[in-house]
């Protein structure tokens, strides 16, 4: 049994004699640190407890309780962390002064803000929120809108949600995305996307434009007029604002490549033969409209509180 035993000792010291060497980080591996952060994947971290306490409420909490006194023997006791070492490495060079890592993809930030809400670092944040109006993060509007909700950052929600506008949000592939937002910031997207069609839609029935109901008459000899080809091509206008809310493809291409619109520029009017619209006018007023629609949340809350008050005055 003892040389079982002696066996089993001699195996487990074989192993720990074989473990590898602690991997410190080659930009936190002061040796005047008095503390010893370690990542998920085994990388450590030396770092002044100063800095930890002074940039981080968590770790100021921490440090406030009795710590072990540390001697030339008795190293500091590493503190391992859940995140890995690309997200320390992050958080660290924010609120270390170091030069701040290429913030290029929203894995990478999404980790480094949770890690910074999660110990309590306001700093990281707020280098992050300079940073996201770069091409890279705003070529996913979505996601960034999400992100802005979620940190309460208003002026990237309003820039976040005017760049959503070159989106369909309703496509599948955006539900994992519009599954994190609160019921209020979807409410309010959905209003800005479905607000702009709905928009663009009663201004299409007002002067000069023909409205969808009641008689109508050609402009030249007062026949009777059947204007179902501009019926087609205000249809085709706003499935267009559906699946694209920034409407930025109506009027050109749209508005001459289409079938609908071509139809719709050919048309005459069967008692004196002339064209019964005028394409370059229409284009016109049309774009001018696409111009005056809301653009971002605030712009969209203003348009509806206008239509409240004219509807009171009414």
């Known amino acids: 049994m003892q040389s079982e035993d002696a066996e089993v000792a001699a195996v487990a010291a074989a192993a720990e004699d074989e473990k590898p060497a602690p991997v410190f980080h080659e930009l936190f591996n002061s040796p005047d640190a008095d503390s010893v952060l370690g990542s998920k994947d085994g990388v450590l971290f030396r770092v002044h407890s100063f800095v930890l306490k002074t940039t981080s409420g968590w770790f100021r909490a921490m440090f406030s309780l009795p ?26 060079r924010c609120v270390c002064g170091l030069p701040i890592p290429r913030l290029d993809s929203y894995d990478t930030i999404e980790a480094l803000l949770f890690a910074a809400e999660k110990y309590d670092m306001p700093g990281p944040p707020s280098i992050v929120r300079a ?18 909700c979620r940190y309460g950052w208003e002026d990237v929600v309003q820039l976040a949600s005017a760049q959503t506008l070159s989106l369909s949000i309703y496509d599948k592939k955006y539900t994992a995305s519009l599954e994190k937002l609160s019921s209020r910031s979807l409410l309010k997207l959905g209003a800005l996307h479905r607000g702009r069609r709905d928009a663009l839609e009663a ?44 409407g930025d493809m109506v009027v050109e291409p ?48 203003s348009h509806e509180m206008e239509k409240l008050a ?5």
């Open 254 to 301: 749209g508005m001459t490549l289409w079938d609908e619109a071509q139809s719709c520029w050919s048309a005459k009017c069967s008692n004196c033969h002339r064209v019964l619209y005028d394409k370059m006018e229409t284009q016109r007023v049309i774009r001018e409209c696409m111009q005056q629609l809301p653009t971002t949340l605030d712009a969209m809350a």
């Open 203 to 246: 201004r299409l029935n007002e002067p000069p434009f023909v409205p969808d109901h009641g008689d109508s008459s050609c402009s030249h000899c007062g026949a009777s007029v059947d204007y179902h080809t501009w019926r087609a091509l205000k249809s085709k206008i706003f499935k267009e604002m559906d699946a694209r809310p920034l």
């Open 67 to 92: 710590q072990k006194s540390q001697t030339p023997d008795d190293p500091a006791v590493i503190a391992y962390l859940d995140e890995d070492a690309a997200t320390l490495e992050a958080l660290l």
């Open 131 to 148: 940073m996201v109006s770069t091409p890279t993060l705003l070529a996913d509007p979505l996601r960034l809108f999400v992100l802005a």
């Open 310 to 314: 004219l509807v009171h005055i009414g």
